[in-house]
């Protein structure tokens, strides 16, 4: 089951975001669920992840503070607020789940049900 990202779009430079994902139905099978962003010319990289139980949250550096991870478990759904958006955080958003924890949260080769993303475009 591919996992439907959404909400992305064109802001400015210091503006805000939210973006969310429609997580599987069913509730076993995975442990973590994800952000990660791909500008062109540019390899997948991580932005954030968080347990299914929602008790631990990881992020990259570079969107420490500013970005926010959050779930709804009952709605099945995954969100990440953005703020002090610049031109760095341009990029394809895509969501995904994982089974793996610790250090390979960060490593986007450990999930799957990689849906089609959506486009943030930061303008200066």
């Known amino acids: 089951v591919q996992l439907q990202a959404s909400g992305g779009g064109l802001v400015q430079a210091g503006g805000s975001l939210r973006l969310s994902c429609a997580a599987p139905?069913?509730?076993?099978?995975?442990?973590?669920m994800g952000w990660f962003r791909q500008a062109p010319g540019k390899e997948r990289a991580f932005v954030a992840a968080?347990?299914?139980?929602?008790?631990?949250?990881y992020y990259a550096d570079s969107v420490q503070g500013r970005f926010t991870i959050s779930r709804d478990t009952a709605k099945n759904m995954l969100y990440l607020q953005m703020s002090s958006l610049n031109s760095e955080d341009t990029a394809m958003y895509y969501c995904?789940?994982?089974?793996?924890?610790?250090?390979?949260?960060?490593?986007?080769?450990?999930?799957?049900?990689w849906g089609q993303g959506t486009q943030v475009t930061v303008s200066s």
């Open positions: 995904a789940v994982t089974n793996v924890v610790l250090s390979g949260i960060r490593d986007w080769t450990n999930y799957k049900n």
């Open positions: 139905g069913r509730t076993d099978g995975f442990s973590a």
């Open positions: 968080i347990r299914r139980s929602g008790g631990y949250k």
